[in-house]
């Protein structure tokens, strides 16, 4: 049962310029929509499909072109040279939060029911967001509000949270969304607790070290010509993506040869970030915040 409407999903399959014999890459499965758009622009060639969360196993693609690796993509070099697929023709990832996890949840990954504070991409985990929220030190939930929610100001919603937590442990997705509600504006509320729940989640799955390693990887992964396709869909991931492509770093220095070219080992195809257009962000709200960048491996 596909459940996951993939963003910019002809545009994203598009820039892989996908040749039918080639051997590609989904770093982020969820409901396979990319991945079977890529399988029906393959011939001969071969697609592996990564996902952590035992969830996307509904979505399972029969076909003998296709490999489904319940891993973290973090470990994508491993797996590809145990499958003996390296170098690859092209990578796809799209970093957004599907759309089950959302609108049916159960994970509590959303404000919008109360469920238990869980947020665990891999079940198999034993750290939830509730232990993030009432076992973290004061200075590690400021630390992480900021850097990881970029809440500005986050001190009065965090010292209330310490204290409440000392009376009563927060248990529920409604008992935080409670708590922060009350430190901001009924018109801001929405995008504050948006802000709240996306640090936590990243914290908890640890998605920007995951996301750090895996582009760290893509130069020794993807063939000269072979393309890499990233949708993000916050500044922070973003920036990270903008920064590689750039640079060849994650920092964004530039560092140039004796000729003054830049020594990156990717040349970006799309200038700008390419964004979804109105008659999507009208069928699927979510692709409103999507930035896509697409490079090619020198």
């Known amino acids: 049962m596909k459940y996951h409407e993939a963003v910019l999903l002809?545009?994203?399959?598009?820039?892989?310029?996908?040749?039918?014999?080639?051997?590609?890459?989904?770093?982020?499965?969820g409901g396979g929509g990319?991945?079977?758009?890529?399988?029906?622009?393959?011939?001969?060639g071969r697609l592996f499909g990564f996902d952590q969360d035992q969830a996307v196993l509904e979505n399972q693609l029969d076909d003998s072109r296709f490999q489904l690796i319940m891993a973290n993509f973090r470990y994508v070099t491993n797996?590809?040279?145990?499958?003996?697929?390296?170098?690859?023709?092209?990578?796809?990832?799209?970093?957004?939060?599907?759309?089950?996890?959302?609108?049916h949840d159960v994970r509590g990954f959303s404000f919008r029911w109360d469920t238990p504070l869980d947020m665990?991409?891999?079940?198999?985990?034993?750290?939830?967001?509730?232990?993030i929220v009432n076992d973290y030190s004061r200075d590690a939930l400021l630390r992480i509000f900021r850097e990881y929610g970029e809440i500005k100001s986050p001190v009065?919603?965090?010292?209330?949270?310490?204290k409440t937590r000392h009376n009563q442990p927060v248990k529920t997705t409604g008992d935080l969304a409670k708590i922060a509600s009350d430190h901001?504006?009924?018109?801001?509320?929405?995008?504050?607790?948006?802000q709240v729940f996306q640090?936590?989640?990243?914290?908890?799955?640890?998605?920007?070290?995951?996301?750090?390693?895996?582009?760290?990887?893509?130069?020794?992964?993807?063939?000269?010509?072979?393309?890499?396709?990233?949708?993000?869909?916050?500044?922070?991931?973003?920036r990270m993506v903008?920064?590689?492509?750039?640079?060849?770093?994650l920092e964004g220095k530039i560092n140039k040869d004796f000729y003054g070219n830049v020594e990156s080992p990717f040349q970006q195809i799309t200038r700008k970030p390419i964004v979804a257009d109105a008659e999507e962000i009208e069928r699927n709200p979510r692709a409103r915040s999507v930035k896509m960048r697409v490079a090619e491996r020198k």
Not at 86 to 101: E, H, K, T
Not at 186 to 191: C, G, L, T, Y
Not at 206 to 221: C, F, G, K, S, T
Not at 242 to 249: A, D, F, T, V, W
């Open 10 to 29: 002809k545009p994203s399959v598009d820039a892989l310029d996908i040749v039918p014999d080639g051997i590609y890459v989904d770093l982020t499965f």
């Open 34 to 44: 990319h991945s079977a758009e890529m399988l029906s622009r393959l011939k001969k």
């Open 79 to 103: 797996f590809l040279r145990y499958y003996d697929a390296l170098p690859v023709d092209g990578v796809l990832a799209d970093l957004g939060i599907s759309s089950r996890q959302i609108d």
């Open 120 to 131: 665990r991409m891999n079940q198999q985990a034993s750290q939830t967001a509730a232990d």
């Open 156 to 162: 009065s919603f965090v010292s209330h949270l310490v």
């Open 184 to 194: 901001v504006l009924p018109a801001k509320r929405n995008k504050f607790l948006a």
């Open 199 to 238: 640090a936590l989640r990243i914290e908890l799955n640890q998605e920007m070290q995951a996301l750090e390693e895996m582009l760290m990887q893509m130069a020794d992964v993807i063939r000269p010509g072979g393309k890499l396709v990233v949708l993000s869909y916050h500044s922070l991931e973003d």
């Open 242 to 249: 903008k920064n590689l492509i750039r640079s060849g770093n």
